[in-house]
């Protein structure tokens, strides 16, 4: 007798339908499994078996094929554990009824003792589920939090093969019960940041810049020696962000699921993400992929900041990645035997010292360095990578003076109030496009939106000549000036925007002393 | 192409030997007239085409047989046998002072260099350096701010000839009509070919087309540290003052002074702060009064008979009541963003387009770390 039962795969960021076909055949006791399984899909009858065996049913005696349908796509992880063992005892009639077997979904990683273990990915997993008009899923308690919310779909908990089972078989169903579902907004209040912007001292220019780099949603680098506070300041970026809103949270969410780094107890991410990638990194670590293609940093990255702390020091593949991401919002990670995509919106910002002894421009400490060792350290990073990054400024030791004074600065909750005002401009400007922050516009956008009127064009024409900027900068400039406009709530960009956007442009100079 | 007499090539032939003893040898032959006799020992093919790529490359060579050798090498008692140059010879004629200094500068010592060396060269007075980093690159920057723009008849350039088919032949850029003058030479320690630190490649090859470049090595030597304060030699030499504007106790720019005394040249210093590690050198020749001091450019012009006041130029600006806040904030000292901030008490946003602002009209200066001056 054939059993079917419903499962699901991933695929990039995305879930599918997977039936899974079991039957037991005459013959020698065989397990197969086909539909391109990989290791730990191969492996899951050992653990069926046992599961099965140690729940107090009978194994069969035969060759059991187990086929995951569709066959032409790779199907990894242990999930397929649970459908496979309720299959097989379907086929044997220890499951009276296949109609209700059809009911449900099923995921789920079994333990040898018959207990059902948290899985990776369940959030995408029941978003495909409610998409696909599957009603009933049933999956591992430890997964609970993650499907309070995701609606249009019962999602029951079990904890182990013997109670799915019973549950099936209509009797002691109080063991496998629904999921309460939780409102989103509830969850909202629970965001909250260890760091807050008050408490940086001093770095005027630095906050602005950081501000308006979330306003825009800028990249940014952050210059300066050592100990200046780029870490702290950069650490403080996702602060002034506007909150998640629902959908960017389940995105979020469902990447860091299938990442498996989703905290158990919460279930769902309400804080932008924000990734401290080492600087040793490996290219696939920060671009993602590898053998179980995984997302990598920049996606786990998505809707949130990506923070590269000495930038110079990561190896040039590994920031050349950051590329196409910076301009598409995605990376797509082929390989020879798939091609996945994961999103990959983030606002990067970046830190790096001045020079090889990080204390070129500093008042504190001497540097040490060469006269063009500075130039050729600066020189690492490439061009097209720079082209990407709006602001750069530079960061400065804060003397004791500063550190010691009481008063405290802005808070997060106050420049959040106007990065929020500015973004909802941008809302509105980009209602059209599928673009949505004046850093990702394009250039017929900036045409559109950044139309410059005499003063600002004799402005810029006089900051090229004077202070030798190169031409890479223009369009940079209009996007930062954009933003200033957006912040000051005022519909053209003015002389005076155009003149603070000039100001964050330090790298640009060719003459530095 | 320049046509080289028997001596010359006696001269360029003596160049190409490396062996020290060898070369003692054939200097004395040279000295006694045996031009046969050095070029018998030398391959003259090989010399040849050296003086063809030479050509090619619009380099030269003035020996020391030739007219235009210039005189004031004579003094030393090793001149150079030859010049390797790249450029105008003219400026060999010209009087010349030599602005040189230590590589570890500071922002003072850049200024004072630059500002020398762009009075000097407005002045038709050749600014002569090593085009090291630093204070040398600084003079010659400070000449050629007032480069002259000079329409020049330029003679048709041959057209490249490569009979291959197929092969690219690039073509050779417009003819330019207009050409640079900079009132400057560079005494190179490495051949005409060669540049080092690279940081000054720009900067190298401007001097080729409108001032001059001098070497006393073949066009295709690497630098060699040796080579440097012999060099040094030459930038003495050539000059009817020296400047030196930075440097520390013990430095090729000491060398240079040493030569400079030797030959009796006038020797100039800039004092500097006592506590700048760059101005050890040029306090320390001050106290012990072996030069004069240049409080400004116009102490070393008199070495030139030219006695001038030169004034700073009064800039007639309209400056606004917030611009003249952070002037007053400015004063003499490097100021940084924080302080001008709460100087100034403006809002953030206003005191980085007024910076900006001022840095654009030229009233202020942008330092590296977020410190601001006044230009």
Redesign the interface.
């Given at each position: 007798m054939i059993s079917k039962t419903k499962s699901f795969g991933i695929n990039g960021i995305e879930g599918y339908m997977v039936d899974v076909e079991v039957d037991v055949l005459k013959g020698l006791p065989k397990q197969q499994t086909v539909g391109l399984p990989d290791a730990s899909v191969k492996e899951s009858h050992q653990r069926v078996e046992s599961a099965i065996v140690n729940s107090g049913f009978a194994y069969p005696t035969g060759r059991i094929i187990v086929n995951l349908a569709p066959a032409g796509t790779r199907k990894e992880g242990a999930l397929y554990d649970l459908p496979i063992a309720v299959g097989i005892l379907a086929t044997q009639g220890d499951i009276h009824s296949m109609e209700k077997v059809d009911e449900f979904a099923f995921v789920g990683e079994l333990s040898l003792d018959g207990k059902i273990r948290r899985v990776n990915g369940v959030l995408p997993i029941l978003l495909t589920a409610s998409k696909n008009g599957i009603k009933k899923v049933i999956i591992p308690k430890d997964n609970e939090q993650e499907a309070r919310y995701v609606h249009g779909v019962t999602v029951f908990v079990a904890e182990s093969l013997r109670d799915v089972v019973d549950a099936l078989n209509d009797h002691n169903k109080g063991k496998v019960v629904p999921v309460k579902k939780t409102n989103f907004k509830d969850v909202k209040n629970y965001t909250s940041y260890p760091l807050d912007m008050k408490y940086v001292k001093g770095q005027f220019i630095a906050k602005r810049a950081i501000e308006i780099a979330a306003a825009g949603g800028h990249n940014i680098l952050l210059i300066g020696p050592p100990g200046s506070g780029k870490t702290m300041l950069a650490k403080c970026f996702p602060t002034i962000l506007p909150d998640l809103t629902f959908e960017e949270s389940l995105e979020v969410s469902k990447i860091h699921s299938i990442a498996g780094i989703l905290d158990p107890a919460r279930g769902i991410i309400v804080n932008r993400p924000f990734r401290t990638p080492h600087h040793t990194a490996s290219l696939v670590a920060i671009a993602g992929g590898g053998k179980f293609s995984k997302p990598g940093e920049i996606s786990l990255a998505h809707h949130g900041v990506l923070f590269l702390d000495e930038m110079p020091e990561y190896s040039r593949p590994a920031l050349e990645c950051l590329r196409q991401p910076l301009e598409d919002n995605t990376i797509t990670i082929a390989r020879a035997n798939a091609t996945v995509e994961y999103p990959a919106g983030f606002t990067l910002v970046a830190s790096m010292n001045p020079c090889p002894c990080g204390n070129f421009g500093s008042r504190v400490v001497k540097c040490k360095c060469k006269f063009g060792e500075v130039q050729k350290y600066l020189a690492k990073l490439s061009g097209p990578l720079m082209d990407r990054i709006d602001l750069h400024i530079e960061v400065d030791n804060v003397t004791y003076d500063d550190l010691s004074s009481k008063g405290y600065g802005e808070s997060s909750q106050d420049i959040k109030v106007r990065v929020d005002k500015a973004r909802g401009v941008q809302l509105e400007r980009f209602t059209d496009s599928t673009n949505f922050s004046n850093a990702k516009m394009t250039e017929v956008e900036v045409k559109q939106f950044c139309a410059l009127d005499d003063e600002c064009e004799c402005v810029l024409r006089d900051a090229f000549e004077k202070l030798s900027l190169s031409a890479r900068a223009y369009s940079r400039i209009l996007r930062v000036a954009r933003t200033i406009a957006d912040l000051d709530d005022s519909p053209d960009i003015t002389a005076e925007h155009v003149t603070e956007a000039i100001g964050y442009r330090e790298l640009d100079r060719k003459m530095r002393g | 192409m320049r046509k080289y007499s028997i001596a010359e090539r006696a001269c360029i032939a003596i160049s190409r030997v490396e062996d020290y003893a060898e070369r003692v040898k054939l200097v004395t032959l040279l000295h006694n007239g045996k031009f046969d006799k050095i070029l018998q020992e030398s391959n003259e093919r090989e010399l040849d085409s050296l003086i063809v790529n030479m050509h090619d490359q619009g380099i030269f060579a003035i020996t020391i047989k030739s007219a235009d050798y210039p005189e004031r090498l004579m003094n030393l008692n090793s001149p150079p046998i030859v010049l390797f140059c790249r450029g105008n010879a003219e400026l060999l004629k010209q009087e010349a002072v030599a602005i040189v200094g230590t590589?570890?500068c500071t922002?003072y010592g850049?200024d004072v260099a630059t500002k020398f060396a762009r009075t000097f060269a407005e002045r038709g007075i050749v600014v002569i350096s090593g085009l090291a980093?630093?204070i040398d690159a600084a003079a010659h920057n400070g000449a050629c701010m007032v480069a002259r723009k000079v329409k020049k008849e330029v003679p048709n350039a041959e057209e490249p000839k490569d009979e291959r088919k197929g092969v690219y032949t690039p073509k050779l850029a417009a003819k330019e009509n207009v050409v640079e003058e900079i009132n400057t030479i560079a005494v190179l320690g490495n051949g005409v070919n060669y540049c080092y630190?690279?940081?000054n490649q720009e900067l190298q090859d401007r001097i080729a087309r409108g001032g001059l470049l001098v070497s006393e090595y073949l066009p295709n030597t690497k630098s060699n540290k040796f080579f440097f304060p012999h060099r040094n030699r030459i930038v003495a030499a050539l000059a009817k003052a020296v400047v030196i504007v930075e440097a520390d106790l013990k430095s090729g720019t000491m060398i240079t002074k040493e030569w400079a005394m030797d030959l009796g040249i006038d020797v100039y210093a800039i004092p500097g702060a006592i506590t700048s590690y760059a101005s050890r050198g040029t306090n320390a020749i001050i106290k012990e009064a072996q030069c004069c001091i240049a409080l400004g450019p116009e102490c070393v012009l008199e070495s030139f008979g030219i006695y001038e006041k030169i004034g700073e130029e009064k800039k007639i600006q309209q400056i606004s009541f917030d611009e003249k806040i952070v002037l007053d904030i400015l004063k003499s000292d490097?100021v940084?963003?924080?302080e001008i901030?709460m100087g100034a008490t403006l809002p953030?946003?206003k005191?980085?387009?007024l910076?900006?602002?001022m840095?654009?009209s030229?009233l202020i200066?942008?330092?590296?770390?977020?410190?601001y001056c006044k230009s």
């Open positions: - | 590589r570890d922002r850049v980093a630093g630190p690279k940081s490097e940084h963003f924080d901030v953030v946003k005191v980085t387009t910076l900006t602002n840095e654009m030229g200066k942008k330092l590296a770390g977020n410190y």
